[in-house]
């Protein structure tokens, strides 16, 4: 089975840390990397594609340093970076072709590969049409494809639903889930629910750092006992808003029932909830669970 380690791992940027000293392990399965936009997600997946070099760390794939595996890793490696580029006017399948043959596929082996993962993501129906005229949808569900043209053993992707509706958002998780079986899929989101009910393992991200890893009932048991409901007037619900991490708001005959993360009862009223893993994710980075930080 392949490992994937990173040991002490960092990247700075003059006055800036991007990443700071990030110690990983990832063997088969899919593990969601979550965390605020600007936490440090994108600056870890491009040093873990080697398209950064680090500043301090590195990287081994079954101990070895990426850098010295040079195209023995790449051949191993998928990525679906946040933009990837494509040609507009060409076709779904024509570009599919065109990277196969940067890939130096065989020619039928590309037709096969080609066929195959189109129908997979769902456009074999449209490979001849301009990708010009797709949706973002359409156009993320081919970045998967094309990530996916080498068979990697490692796939890397880069906040693969971000801009994409609710019923796509549905599509690329039920896709993600089958991929996870015998690879290693490294899936990076600020959006809880990408991950919620996919992922085999869940790392939370902040200011550089893994505040905290696990799986995800390992996680919602930490916040068991923090999370709780309560109605308020309408005139007090920005008032609490600001005291507390609330993880949910919604409007009720005048009243607003918070969802809020605390240690303590946040009032007399309050009702215990159970957690799920948008109150976690909470827990563990606004005030309410900053003295978690440093498990």
């Known amino acids: 089975m392949l490992e994937l380690k990173l040991e002490g791992l960092g990247k700075r940027y003059k006055e800036k840390t991007a990443v700071d000293h990030v110690d990983l392990l ?12 600007g936490a440090g997600k994108t600056t870890l997946l491009r040093m873990i594609c080697n398209i950064l070099r ?12 990426i850098q010295k595996l040079g195209g023995d890793y790449r051949s191993m490696l998928g990525y679906l970076p946040q933009e990837f580029g494509y040609y507009p006017d060409f076709t779904a399948w024509r ?47 081919l970045g998967i494809a094309q990530a996916l043209l080498n068979d990697p053993e490692i796939l890397i992707l880069d906040e693969p639903t971000a801009g994409l509706d609710p019923k796509e958002r549905i599509r690329f998780r039920n896709i993600i889930s ?8 490294i899936l990076s989101t600020h959006i809880v629910s990408d991950i919620a009910y996919i992922a085999d393992r869940i790392l939370i991200m902040k200011q550089g750092r893994i ?20 109605l308020v007037p309408e005139n007090q619900a920005e008032i609490y808003n600001r005291k507390y991490a609330v993880s949910n708001l919604k409007n009720i005959d005048g009243k607003v029932m918070l969802r809020i993360i605390a240690k303590e009862k946040p009032l007399e009223e309050a009702v215990s909830e159970e957690p799920n893993l948008e109150d976690v994710y909470l827990y563990f980075t606004e005030e309410a669970g900053g003295q978690h930080e440093n498990f």
Request: proline share 3%; charged share 25%.
């Open 54 to 65: 680090p500043s301090e760390g590195e990287v081994l794939c079954n101990g070895s340093g």
């Open 211 to 230: 505040i905290k890893q696990g799986v995800p009932d390992e996680l919602i048991q930490f916040a068991r006992g923090n999370v709780w409901e309560c």
């Open 26 to 37: 990832f063997t088969n399965g899919i593990y969601g990397l979550l965390g605020a936009n």
């Open 95 to 141: 570009y599919m072709m065109y990277l196969a043959s940067l890939k130096a596929l065989p020619k039928e082996m590309a037709r096969e590969k080609c066929r195959e993962l189109l129908e997979l993501v769902g456009l074999f129906g449209e490979a001849k049409q301009k990708i010009k005229t797709f949706s973002g949808g359409m156009i993320r569900r």
């Open 178 to 185: 089958a991929l996870g079986s015998n690879r290693i899929v």
